[in-house]
């Protein structure tokens, strides 16, 4: 019998004959399969799937050979962490350099318009409501673009009624960031002539002491954020994990059980839902794990803090997209949704060779898809999730929902249609903004005032 | 509101603007590319339009060719910035507080513009073959009269519009075809027309007849084979029953054999993957004359499916079809597949084919692989193989005897259990118009994954919603006498004479489809066990249990209409069944099975 083994070349020699479309869609069933297998905990089927995907999935193909790469990876990461040495051991030699990371931010504000649409937005809701005002300070919860700054300062230099004393407080973890930020505001600043302060503050978000904001009276508060405040949410299953460990300690298997069979209603209501209007928010999808709260105790606390500053204006930006599910295969579907419009912009935008676009794929997004896909607990931070959710968190918290400048609008799609990709769209959705790839909002603007 | 928005001008840039405009150009031209290769193939059959047939009343303007390759035609009187639009030079003037205006939408259609080609000894230079769009006559113009200034660094090929040079860069030396002969070539479609007519490939085909790998291609979808694919299961079916005829132990091998010839022509070059061993060459091309191969692919339709040329292949590889009174190893190679079988199930699913190719399961199971693999199995694996995955050893349990034989298989592609056959044929028809996108260019991540989605909800939207849904909870496979169906109902029931027709077959192998027979796609060796119990499992009688399992409610009736429906694109589904009808008896007398060709024969009827 030995003519029944395949004689030659690689074991599956018909995958490499597949067209594009017919690898995209075996690559999917294989993704979803393999994600299977990994929620299920069959690692040795799961082996299998990704051995059958690395035949087919490349980081420099077609768009979903890309984002099968990626989420191969991190699914092989999320089975890697089953062994926290092996884990460790292999990500010891890894570095992460902070000018890299400058470098591939800076790509992604460049190669995308989301981030130019949600600063001129930003910009114009806090031109208006600083209209007459003297002495405006800005925190920046955040920074890495100073693009945004420098726009401001022109457009409030421009200013009937001459500009304001201008301060803007950054937050950011890496002093490198903060520095060329306050070197190329201050420079500009002084171009232009606007009386103008920086005050970084070298500050993870969740640690950030509201004191160092040193908000004064008298001044006009504006708080901008900027794909950043879901970050915030990545503490809360950690404490209700290890609260309702002790609590549950019984029931756990009739949990597991629970869990899994979710799993498996979620797959097929997912995509359904999806294909019928494009999205549908799960409502549920916070509060469908009975481990996951309803109200997030640090995302609150830190919402309660910067009401109590009562600023004048909030605007925040937000990924639109739901990937913070309590299942894997919830957050896997919801990610490779906004993911393949992700890589589908850069597809049909970019030429597929560039370096920067190879960078963006994998430093930017690769790592969020690892971090949605691996991580659990404190460590997965990008807790994206929808601005219906937001609304009912920022309602929660008295902050009350204001319309965006129509003008600001206005601009944002002049500046949408210059990019002369009609796949880029803006949505209005009661004031607030989704920008989207086709049908499919992938980032959410959305301004807020102080309810008394 | 001015200030704003000059800044945002600023900072995001003129030049981005302009860059992406050359973006957008080359976005459109790069489609129209593609398309114009797959025009050229029907070109022949239609003849298109002269391009610049312009309507009579449309303005004509004749430009010079400096304002026509003029990049900013507007330009601002107090900055002598340039614009290629009117709007935006107003827009623009806003900002220097200038009088400025824009054109207002009217209701009315605008007056339609068609541009004459600067060049005189140019036909568009005639008005009455006017270009109607301002990019077109200057793309025109830049590649007939311009100078081709952008060359590619690879293949050293010139271009003059930038667009077409980066399409060309994108692709350039990424996709190449290099035949036996020593011919390279980078369209696919050169490729397989050359390869048609090649030499080198005579020979080839001449060493081996066939191969697996081309199995795989079909099974994942070559444009062309879903409908080939299924339209030739008809007649292997009905092999098998004639075989089983003939000879009670059942010469299965034989069955699977076919399943590898039908499609394409023979691979060489760099498809040539040789995993079929000697043994599975087919023997004696003699056996079945050339009637079979007109049996699977009547000319005329041929001709609807593929390159003419490729017709020639695949006749030749038809010939090659079942071999009536050919001694084969029958299931006496279950032991051996047994040993196989984690190698098998655990390495390669080209490895597994070969298994799989020993036995009538096997048949079986590509039938469905091929009705519903094609046409996206996902949205029912989402949740079968998970179902599968919990189930854990037993998954490919399609239960009781005949649902076991599947086990074997189990190991490997994809657990087509829950394909709700019922979203077949939608997702049929749906395939063979995305296979024919698929020539065109390839699909958006977005685009496939609504695909797969979309076979999801025609899945559960329909009758047999119930039948996926009840996966959540248990195997209904494995409970009930239906799922013995698999391989029962028509094929080799005791009561083959009677009522069993063609939708009992279609019914009873997308019932297959719907149990879990086929269990994780990737079940590594847990399931050599079964094996081992089910090789003494000659299809024995208990496969013949169900022939209840009659009613439509997997919607096969519409398979097999889009079956037909593909199969011969032109032909009423009537006059198809009646072809079938008579390829049946001919073949049957060829192959003295008349008992199965009666059931058959009579069951015309039933057929949708």
């Known amino acids: 019998m030995t003519s029944l083994s395949p004689s030659l070349g690689s074991p599956y020699p018909w995958l490499k004959e597949l067209k594009s479309e017919e690898r995209g869609l075996y690559l999917i069933h294989l993704l979803l399969t393999c994600a299977n297998h990994v929620a299920s905990g069959s690692l040795e089927n799961a082996n299998l799937a990704l051995e059958q995907i690395s035949q087919l999935a490349s980081p420099d193909g077609d768009t979903m050979q890309r984002i099968a790469a990626y989420f191969t990876e991190a699914l092989a990461d999320r089975i890697l962490k089953n062994w926290p040495g092996l884990h460790k051991a292999l990500n010891s030699t890894r570095i992460s350099l902070v000018s890299e990371e400058i470098l591939v931010r800076k790509v992604f504000f460049e190669l995308f318009p989301f981030l130019k649409v949600a600063f001129v937005l930003t910009n114009q809701a806090i031109t208006e409501a600083i209209e007459g005002e003297k002495m405006v300070h800005i925190i920046d919860l955040h920074s890495t673009e100073p693009a945004q700054w420098v726009a401001l300062l022109q457009v409030l230099n421009a200013r009937p009624e001459g500009p304001p004393h201008l301060r803007i407080t950054a937050v950011h973890q890496q002093n490198e960031v903060l520095d060329h930020m306050a070197h190329r505001l201050i420079e500009e600043a002084e171009k232009l002539d606007i009386p103008f302060q920086f005050n970084p503050i070298v500050s993870k978000l969740e640690n950030l002491d509201m004191e160092k904001l040193r908000v004064k009276t008298g001044e006009a508060l504006v708080v901008s954020s900027v794909l950043q405040l879901h970050t915030l949410l990545a503490f809360d299953d950690e404490l209700l994990r290890k609260r309702s460990l002790l609590a549950s300690k019984n029931l756990n298997g009739t949990h597991f059980s629970r869990v899994l069979q979710m799993n498996q209603s979620t797959l097929a209501e997912l995509l359904e839902k999806d294909l019928v209007n494009g999205y549908s928010p799960s409502p549920d999808s916070a509060s469908s794990s009975p481990l996951s709260p309803t109200t997030s105790v640090k995302m609150d606390n830190f919402l309660n803090g910067l009401w109590g500053l009562s600023p004048k204006l909030m605007v925040i930006t937000e990924q639109d997209s739901n990937h913070n599910g309590s299942t894997l295969m919830e957050r896997l579907l919801e990610a490779l949704y906004s993911y393949a419009a992700l890589f589908d912009c850069l597809e049909s935008t970019v030429s597929r060779t560039p370096l920067e676009r190879l960078k963006v794929e994998k430093m930017l997004f690769g790592e969020e898809i690892k971090n949605i896909i691996a991580c659990e607990g404190a460590e997965r931070k990008e807790r994206h999730e929808k601005l219906d959710k937001w609304i009912q968190r920022l309602d929660s918290a008295g902050f009350s929902n204001l319309p965006l400048s129509y003008f600001g609008m206005l601009q944002a799609r002049r500046l949408l249609q210059g990019y002369g990709c009609d796949g880029y769209k803006i949505r209005e959705e009661n004031g607030n903004v989704l920008i989207c790839w086709q049908d499919r909002p992938l980032y959410s603007v959305s301004a807020w005032g102080c309810r008394k | 509101m001015a200030a704003a928005s000059s800044s945002s001008a600023q900072v995001f840039g003129n030049r981005e603007l302009e860059d992406h405009n050359q973006m957008k150009q080359q976005h459109s031209t790069t489609p129209t590319n593609i398309s114009s290769t797959a025009q050229a193939a029907s070109a022949q059959k239609k003849k298109r339009n002269q391009p610049g047939t312009p309507n009579p009343d449309a303005e004509v303007i004749a430009l010079s060719p400096k304002t026509l390759m003029a990049t900013n035609r507007f330009i601002c009187e107090v900055c002598n910035k340039g614009f290629q639009r009117e709007q935006n030079l107003q827009l623009h003037r806003r900002g220097h507080n200038l009088p400025w205006k824009l ?506």
């Open chain 2, 103 to 608: 054109k207002q939408k009217t209701n009315k259609e605008p007056k339609r513009k068609v541009y004459l080609c600067p060049e005189p000894t140019c036909v568009h230079h005639d008005p009455s073959r006017a270009l109607g769009d301002l990019t077109g006559i200057k793309k025109h113009y830049s590649r007939k009269h311009g100078e081709k200034k952008w060359k590619c660094e690879k293949c050293s090929k010139r271009y003059a519009v930038q667009s077409d040079w980066k399409a060309h860069s994108k692709t350039c030396g990424t996709r190449e075809y290099r035949c036996d002969c020593g011919t390279l070539f980078s369209r696919r479609d050169s490729f397989i027309t050359h390869r048609a007519f090649c030499d080198a490939l005579a020979q080839e085909s001449a060493r081996h007849p066939s191969n697996l790998s081309t199995i795989g291609g079909n099974l994942y979808g070559g444009s062309n084979t879903p409908s080939l694919g299924l339209s030739q299961l008809g007649p292997q079916i009905i092999s098998s029953l004639q075989d089983h005829q003939n000879n009670q132990s059942g010469d299965v091998l034989r069955l699977g054999t076919p399943l590898h010839h039908h499609h394409r022509p023979p691979p060489a070059g760099q498809f040539d993957h040789h995993i079929l061993s000697p043994n599975f060459r087919p023997q004696q091309p003699s056996a079945m004359p050339s009637s079979a191969a007109a049996f699977f692919l009547p000319g005329d339709q041929s001709n609807q499916q593929y390159h003419h040329d490729q017709d020639h292949h695949q006749q030749q590889s038809h010939q090659h079809g079942f071999l009536p009174n050919k001694p084969f190893h029958g299931l006496m190679q279950f032991s051996e597949l047994q040993s196989n079988a984690s190698n098998v199930n655990n390495n390669s699913p080209s490895g597994a084919m070969l298994t799989l190719f020993k036995t009538l399961a096997n048949l079986l199971m590509s039938i469905n692989y091929h009705i519903i693999s094609l046409t996206l199995f996902f949205s029912g694996l989402l949740i079968s193989n998970h179902f599968s995955a919990e189930n854990g050893t037993s998954a490919g349990g399609g239960g009781g005897g005949a649902g076991e034989g599947p086990n074997i298989f189990s190991g490997h592609i994809v657990s087509s259990d829950q394909m709700s056959a019922g979203a077949v044929p939608s997702l049929y028809s749906g395939a063979m118009q995305s296979n024919h996108a698929s020539a065109v260019g390839h699909m958006s991540a977005t685009a496939l994954l609504q695909k797969a989605a979309q076979m999801g909800s025609t899945s559960s939207n329909n009758s047999t919603a119930s039948l996926l849904r009840t996966f959540g909870t248990s195997s209904p496979a494995s409970t009930g006498p239906n799922k013995a169906s698999f391989v029962g109902s028509g094929l080799f029931g005791a009561d083959q004479n009677d009522q069993s027709h063609l939708q009992d077959l279609m019914n009873s192998f997308t019932a297959a489809g719907n149990s879990s027979i086929f269990g994780t796609p990737f079940g590594g060796g847990t399931e050599e066990p079964k094996l081992q119990q089910n090789s003494n499992l000659p299809m024995n009688s208990s496969l013949g249990g169900s022939d209840r399992f009659t009613r439509d409610f997997l919607g096969v009736g519409q398979i097999v209409r889009s079956v037909s429906g593909g199969f011969a694109s032109k032909r009423s589904s009537e006059q198809q069944q009646q072809q079938q009808h008579q390829q049946m008896s001919s073949l049957d007398s060829e192959s003295n099975a008349a008992p199965s060709s009666q059931s058959f024969g009579g069951s015309g009827g039933n057929f949708q």
